[in-house]
């Protein structure tokens, strides 16, 4: 069972990187690669507590659907999703956000458990825990640069 975890440091306030991670919208755009879009749920804007949300995606070559639930959202501190449906055992991704001089310092903590038992652990250790890592690491930098160049405009009104 793999935790993945990551830090970013971002120039910019506290509250825009906050919401910034919860915003569908900044979430489809910088997940462009897979193709990922919201079909269900709350499908544009900032989701919330309780709040679901429908991916549709394309990984490995095979059309996807994965629904998380939001269940901790203190801004701008800590946001957590759920996953309630999807290819996954399952997975919590927390998102802790605290102040480090004037920048945003935001940790990711992906923890999850792949379906198939062996074969999930296997794949895991192969290739799955490093594409996964690769996927949050892209999304994290896509927040950073909106944050820092000011074009989170476009996704918090």
Known sequence: MPIIRLETLIHA????????????????????????????????G???????????AVHFGVRQRLTS????CERPRHLQDVMVEGAFRRFTHDH???LVGGDTLMKDIFD?????????????????????TRLLTDRNRVIKRTAECGAWRKFIR
Not at 46 to 55: F, K, M, P, S
Not at 69 to 72: E, L, W, Y
Request: hydrophobic share 45%; aromatic share 8%.
């Open 69 to 72: 639930r939001i269940t901790v």
């Open 13 to 44: 306030p506290i509250e825009v990187v906050f919401d910034l991670a919860r915003s569908i919208d900044l979430h489809a755009e910088s997940m462009g690669r897979s193709r990922e879009r919201a079909v269900d749920g709350v499908m544009t």
């Open 112 to 132: 999850y458990e792949s379906p198939l038992g062996l074969a999930g652990r296997i794949a895991d250790r192969l290739f799955l825990e490093r594409y996964m």
């Open 96 to 98: 802790f956000l605290s």
């Open 46 to 56: 900032l989701i919330n507590r309780g709040e679901t949300v429908t991916w549709e």
